[in-house]
């Protein structure tokens, strides 16, 4: 049994690895609506609105010095207050998003970031997939992966 635990979490560990690219490109468009005045507006279905949370405070309480405070707003379980309160410049980022939650900020004109266990997800401009059926073990890459958008949209702030 605890083979199968760790090779589960292995294996969503690697397939992480396998899409750094795609990590970097999300973190690097959100980087630009930084740029261009954007709010990230952060959400999740059920549990992972305690994530939404956590993003949200994330960009806006850096717990790193000198690491410069980024707008952001938690809109907790609630997707359509992203039509409410979204602008073009603004960020969505969905965590465990339902079919449909991010059509309303892409039609505005938002940058859209869906951190999903499913890969077909048209509706988002980035997928960033868990590659996982455990969802303790999706729920862990998700917590990776907002913190490695968190590193790297300040990677890119700084390196202008």
Partial sequence: MLDEIVASRDAAGAALTAEVDAVIEAANAMSDRFRA????????RGEAAADA???????THPVIVGKRALPAL?????????????RPQDIAVGICPAT???????????????????????????????????PLVAREIHITVYHLLWELVHVFQEAE
Avoid: Y
């Avoid at 949370?53 to 960009?59: C, I, L, N, S, T």
């Avoid at 892409?106 to 048209?122: C, D, H, I, K």
């Fill in 100 to 134: 449909g939650d991010l059509a309303a900020a892409r039609s505005l004109g938002l940058l859209t970031v869906a951190l999903t266990a499913n890969e077909e997800f048209p509706e988002a401009d980035h997928v960033l997939c868990a590659r996982s059926a455990d």
């Fill in 74 to 86: 938690c809109l907790g379980g609630e997707p359509a207050l992203l039509g409410m309160w979204g």
């Fill in 53 to 59: 949370a956590h993003v949200a405070v994330e960009f």
């Fill in 37 to 44: 005045g954007g709010r990230l507006l952060a959400f999740g």
